[in-house]
Nanobody, 122 residues
């Protein structure tokens, strides 16, 4: 089970940090990812991190602005979002692919949180 938190309203140029808490004892064997869905658009990949945290992957649109990280001792994954833009407005989802696999496209993710809304104003 995945539960996101940390969404909210922020001005353009600001920062937010999203958190995702995972239940279960095998968190450290799952890669994790963040995806988002803007109003009227399809859900898209944002970032992913390997189960050890040693490898990270980003969509071009967020490279250099967003950072994904994880704390396996706390069963949590984070998304630090800096220099936010109005086009970053979306519902952000935490997700996990099958165990010991990496995912960078929506169809590859198997487990999903409920999402948290991020709104970036002008």
């Amino acid at each position: 089970q995945l539960a996101e938190s940390g969404g909210g309203l922020v001005q353009a140029g600001g920062s937010l940090r999203l958190s995702c808490a995972a239940s279960g004892r095998t968190f450290s064997t799952y890669a994790m990812g963040w995806l988002r869905q803007a109003p009227g658009k399809e859900r898209e990949f944002v970032a992913a991190i390997s189960w050890s945290g040693g490898n990270t992957y980003y969509a071009e649109s967020v490279k250099g602005r967003f950072t994904i990280s994880r704390d396996n001792a706390k069963n949590k994954v984070y998304l630090q979002m800096n220099s936010l833009k109005p086009e970053d407005t979306a519902v952000y989802y935490c997700a996990a692919p099958p165990r010991l696999t990496i995912a960078t496209t929506e169809s590859q993710f198997e487990y999903w949180g409920q999402g948290t809304l991020v709104t970036v104003s002008e």
